[in-house]
């Protein structure tokens, strides 16, 4: 897992980890030519293929996991003062869960998946190989720079791929840590890691990849689909958005609150998945203002600032795009910043309106708007006239509600009075639709992610005067013979003697 060497005579910004050169095997000029060469040659070499292989590379990472745990506190805490609860939850244990979940099903993810035959096949064999794609590259982000940069490598491990990983240059104690350590891990023959910044990213993207997997803002995602375009790479693209939170007049108040205000203010708002904005009546408005105030006070005490379960922003580039936002609308809850600590209290915003800059964009911080509407009709059309986002949102105690938000909506994901928990769950499906990604992964669904489904038929050497009824001389006789041998026919249809 070693980066490729600097050129003689430089040393590498941060250490020892630096960037590949020409020299190193390229012959394109590329600086990272002879990295993707050298783990392609390995690929080719059949090493990353067998079981056993992927399951001592997935229990090292395991043991990364375990050995480095108070590590990736300390870096994440470094990084935006993130909270060693949040951190533990969110950066360690789902990345555990996932890894937990692939061991558990490897064996039965591998294996070749028999499907049905027609009259012609009836004697041959039919199945779906689950290949590796070969080289495939990770770009994680930085505002949970170990979780969605593992939890896509534990799968692209797990389908038999050689690996490089890039984690995010704007969390710079998380990225040392991930290019001083796991190397140590995992095989350098055939997993690498980069750091680049975005320069050298789009040298990076030059480079014929088998697969790439990014995560991060829609107008790099835009880019990594056009370089990804050059070579026919299929990508994963998991992107954000304005996550909308449907609130229904029939609803526990205090109970949104809480679990609105967690998943809003998690990782202060940093999270792709956090509710953007919430959808309600002028009258739920009204109530859930306050239940929100005494939520907000209830998690981070009458002053959040002194929390030390309340995150920072995590650049001084990203606080002044927050900072800005809150001109949108009227603050009815926080608003205080400090850019010294890139510290944005945990607010609310009230009379929103969709043309305020705030509507413009995700907020990714912690700012939660509201915009109110007459009722649920008039919300589905509003989160219909808007981009498909990540998640929808949406609580009431009726539940027909919830399922007409559900069904007349369309998303990456959906959650019914809660916020953030779908994310928990390995069993589901984890991506965007439209701007708000493409592709999906956790549990199984990123073993797919990078796994090539290939269709293979084994017929006999033999038995060829089966198959003389499609060689020319053609006749009518002959496509009867043919048609009742590969026919796929509707069930319930039945012929007239």
Request: glycine share 8%; hydrophobic share 40%; with cysteine.
């Amino acid at each position: 897992m070693q980066q490729p060497p600097e050129p003689p005579g430089q040393q590498p910004p941060g250490g020892d980890a630096g960037t590949a050169t020409e020299d190193d095997g390229g012959t394109s000029g590329n600086p990272y030519a002879g990295l993707v060469s050298r783990l392609r040659a390995a690929w080719l070499s059949g090493k990353t293929r067998p079981m056993e292989y992927r399951v001592g590379q997935l229990e090292a990472l395991g043991r990364f996991l375990e050995e480095k745990k108070q590590d990736i506190l300390e870096a994440t805490a470094l990084d935006m003062r993130k909270p060693s609860f949040e951190a533990e939850f969110s950066e360690v244990l789902l990345c555990q869960n996932e890894l937990n979940e692939t061991l558990n099903n490897l064996s039965h993810w591998m294996k070749d998946e028999h499907v049905d035959k027609n009259l012609a096949t009836r004697l041959d064999v039919a199945f779906i190989r689950k290949d590796p794609y070969g080289v495939v590259l990770i770009i994680g982000p930085c505002n949970y720079p170990i979780y969605l940069l593992l939890v896509p490598l534990i799968g692209a491990i797990a389908a038999g791929n050689c690996v490089i990983v890039k984690p995010s240059e704007l969390t710079k104690n998380s990225e040392r840590l991930v290019v001083e350590a796991l190397p140590r891990y995992l095989d350098n023959d055939c997993f690498a890691v980069v750091t680049a910044g975005v320069q050298e990213t789009t040298r990076l993207l030059e480079n014929k990849f088998d697969y790439i997997f990014f995560t991060g803002v829609p107008s790099v995602g835009r880019i990594v689909m056009t370089a990804a375009a050059k070579h026919l790479t299929p990508v994963t693209l998991e992107l954000g958005g304005k996550n909308p939170c449907y609130v229904s007049d029939s609803c526990d108040v205090q109970n949104v609150a809480r679990r609105v205000a967690w998943g809003r203010f998690f990782n202060a708002g940093q999270t792709c998945i956090a509710p953007d904005y919430i959808l309600c009546s002028v009258e739920m408005q009204e109530k859930l203002v306050p239940a929100l105030r005494e939520a907000i006070t209830a998690f981070y005490g009458p002053e959040p600032r002194e929390s030390p379960d309340f995150a920072r922003i995590m650049g001084d580039k990203q606080f002044r795009r927050v900072r800005a936002l809150l001109c949108s609308g009227r603050v009815a809850i926080g608003g205080q910043t400090d850019e010294k600590e890139r510290y944005v209290a945990p607010t609310v915003l009230v009379d929103v309106q969709p043309s305020d800059p705030a509507m413009q964009e995700e907020i990714f911080g912690p700012i939660l708007l509201i915009i109110t509407v007459a009722n649920v009709e008039e919300a589905i059309d509003f989160i219909n006239s808007r981009e498909r986002p990540l998640v929808v949102y949406a609580f009431s105690s009726d539940n027909k509600v919830v399922n007409q938000v559900l069904e007349r909506t369309s998303s990456g994901g959906f959650c019914g009075n809660d916020t953030l928990m779908h994310v928990t769950l390995t069993s589901l499906p984890f991506g965007g639709i439209g701007s708000s990604g493409l592709g999906t992964y956790h549990g199984r669904f990123t073993f797919d992610t990078f796994t090539h489904r290939r269709g293979c038929l084994q017929r006999s050497a033999g038995l060829e005067t089966v198959n003389v009824l499609r060689y020319p001389p053609y006749s009518p006789h002959k496509m009867g013979l043919v048609r009742a041998a590969t026919a796929v026919k509707r069930q319930g249809d039945c012929a007239l003697l």
